[in-house]
Structure formats: structure tokens, C-alpha cells
């Protein structure tokens, strides 16, 4: 009975050329760490990780071309305020320094999605993507500084469901940054002791779960 034909709700909208929405959802944020080992002309190592996760908030504009019957482009711009906790240990003697971060990056997600043939009111898909994201709060004078530019590549998949009076869309995808985005330059230090936790780090990449939903 699952598979019988029904009416479907707003059968031409996919062939409009320009489509557009609006998304809401959250979030994870996530650093990965190159730890070096570094040790300090007073015998101190320090290690990086993050110390726990909250979940953010993201809102964003859709917009998509139309390209065939089965792909499209879209391009979202798109706020997440998030935070998280990063923690500094050093090796022998269990010291701790903490520093929660919190973040708001504008981005713009340029994606190719991937749709499969419709049936009924629904429509699976899969898209990849590339993400420009540019972070707008900079909190200096900390353990860690981060770049404010990175660039995510995105993969992920959702569903089109179709409703009398529009569609919706829950997506769940994740963002891998490609760049090193750890300051290096700190000039901003007022204390020279807190230069040790840079140095303590050769590399540092973000990562993102996110699960959105589109409103079309």
C-alpha cells in the first residue's frame, strides 16, 4: 500500500529555474589538533583537546538553480553561533588551562545536490559542496587564536518533502575545513608565558556536523 500512487502536492516546483527559502537548525563545532610536543625551556608539555561540545544555532537565505532533472545549485548564506571548550594539559604534572571559545561565522555554502526521481511526496538526495566561511568575533590575548578565514568541503544528505503549501527539507551534513587555521603571529600576547601554548601546536583544523531545516 506504501507504493501506490498518490497526489502530489505541488508537482512543477522543481522545474522553476530559481527556487528559494530559508533555513534554521543547529550545529556542532569541532577543532582537530597537531600536537608537537613542544617542550618549554622549563620542561613543560602541553597537549590540546576540545573538552566538551554544545549544540549552536544556525539560520540562513536558500537559493537554487534549477540545472536538470535530477541536479541543482544552491547557494546559502548562513550564520552559526557556536562555542566550545578547549583544554591545555600539561603531560607530567596534569596542569590544566581552559578557554572556552565562542564563534560566529558567516558562510557561504555553494552546493551541488543530487536529487533522486520523486515518488509521491517525497524526494531523497545527496549533495557536496564548498564552504567559504569567514569567523566575526576574535577574542585576543587568549591560549589559542585562530584564522578568521576557512574553507569547508561539505558532504551530506536530505529529503524533499512536499506539503499542500510548501516544501521541507531536514539535511544532515559535514563540513571539513581545509585550511590550518592556528595564529601563529602573537603579537597580541601581553604575557609572554602564554606563548607556549601556540608553540605547543603545529596545526589546527575545524569541523562541523550540522543538521538543518529548509523551508521552500
Request: glycine share 6%.
Amino acid at each position: 500500500m506504501s507504493q501506490m500512487e498518490r497526489v502530489q502536492y505541488r508537482p512543477y516546483i522543481d522545474q522553476r529555474r530559481y527556487h528559494y527559502g530559508f533555513m534554521v537548525g543547529l550545529h556542532t563545532q569541532d577543532y582537530e589538533f597537531v600536537n608537537n610536543g613542544f617542550i618549554t625551556p622549563s620542561g613543560e608539555s602541553w597537549f590540546a583537546d576540545i573538552a566538551s561540545y554544545s549544540p549552536g544555532f544556525s539560520v540562513g537565505i536558500l537559493g537554487e538553480l534549477y540545472l536538470t532533472e535530477h541536479l541543482s545549485l544552491r547557494l546559502i548564506p548562513t550564520l552559526h553561533f557556536g562555542d566550545k571548550k578547549v583544554i591545555f594539559k600539561e603531560q607530567a604534572t596534569g596542569e590544566e588551562q581552559s578557554q572556552t571559545m565562542k564563534n560566529t561565522v558567516l558562510s557561504f555554502p555553494l552546493d551541488l545536490k543530487y536529487n533522486a526521481t520523486r515518488f509521491n511526496n517525497y524526494r531523497p538526495y545527496v549533495m557536496v559542496g564548498i564552504n567559504p566561511a569567514f569567523d566575526l568575533t576574535k577574542k585576543k590575548d587568549q591560549a589559542l587564536l585562530t584564522k578568521n578565514f576557512n574553507v569547508y568541503a561539505e558532504i551530506g544528505f536530505g529529503c524533499d518533502f512536499y506539503l499542500p503549501f510548501f516544501k521541507f527539507i531536514p539535511e544532515l551534513k559535514f563540513c571539513f575545513g581545509l585550511l590550518d587555521i592556528l595564529q601563529k603571529d602573537r603579537a597580541d600576547l601581553k604575557d609572554a608565558n602564554m606563548l607556549k601554548y601556540t608553540q605547543s601546536l603545529d596545526r589546527v583544523s575545524s569541523k562541523m556536523i550540522v543538521l538543518s531545516f529548509y523551508f521552500e
